[in-house]
């Protein structure tokens, strides 16, 4: 029996980061089933219907931020345990301190 295929939900609002982090999956030899988000608020629709194994968390987006969308996601039973790592630019120490707050792995 083959198994199922690990989801990587990547939530993006910027085409040029996405195809980076798309080239980066493939590149990884595994085997992902990647899905896509324009923005926090979609991220979570998608993220409560599938189930990802991990998610990949732009922070500044239109809609809602992805700051928001984790704080979203963990305060949900179905979302909370999904492991999700910010991919920004922000760097500061309380940007950082934010997303640990948040729950972010990274």
Same mark, same amino acid.
């Given at each position: 029996?083959e198994?199922?295929?690990? #989801?990587?939900?990547?939530?993006d609002d910027e #085409?040029? $980061?996405l195809?980076?982090?798309? #080239?980066i999956?493939?590149e990884? %030899?595994e $085997?992902y089933?990647?899905? +896509?988000a324009? $923005? %926090?608020? +979609?991220?979570c629709?998608i993220?409560?219907e599938?189930?990802?194994?991990?998610?990949?968390?732009?922070?500044?987006?239109?809609?809602?931020? %992805?700051i928001d969308?984790?704080k979203k996601? #963990?305060a949900?039973e179905?979302?909370k345990?999904?492991?999700?790592l910010?991919?920004t630019?922000?760097?500061s120490?309380?940007d950082?301190e934010e997303a640990?707050?948040?729950?972010c792995?990274?």
């Amino acid at each position: 029996m083959e198994s199922a295929k690990p #989801k990587v939900l990547v939530a993006d609002d910027e #085409k040029s $980061n996405l195809q980076v982090i798309l #080239k980066i999956l493939e590149e990884s %030899g595994e $085997n992902y089933e990647v899905l +896509i988000a324009p $923005n %926090g608020k +979609i991220a979570c629709e998608i993220a409560s219907e599938e189930l990802p194994d991990v998610i990949l968390m732009d922070w500044i987006m239109p809609v809602m931020h %992805g700051i928001d969308a984790v704080k979203k996601l #963990k305060a949900d039973e179905r979302t909370k345990d999904i492991p999700v790592l910010m991919v920004t630019t922000l760097s500061s120490s309380e940007d950082l301190e934010e997303a640990l707050q948040a729950w972010c792995v990274d």
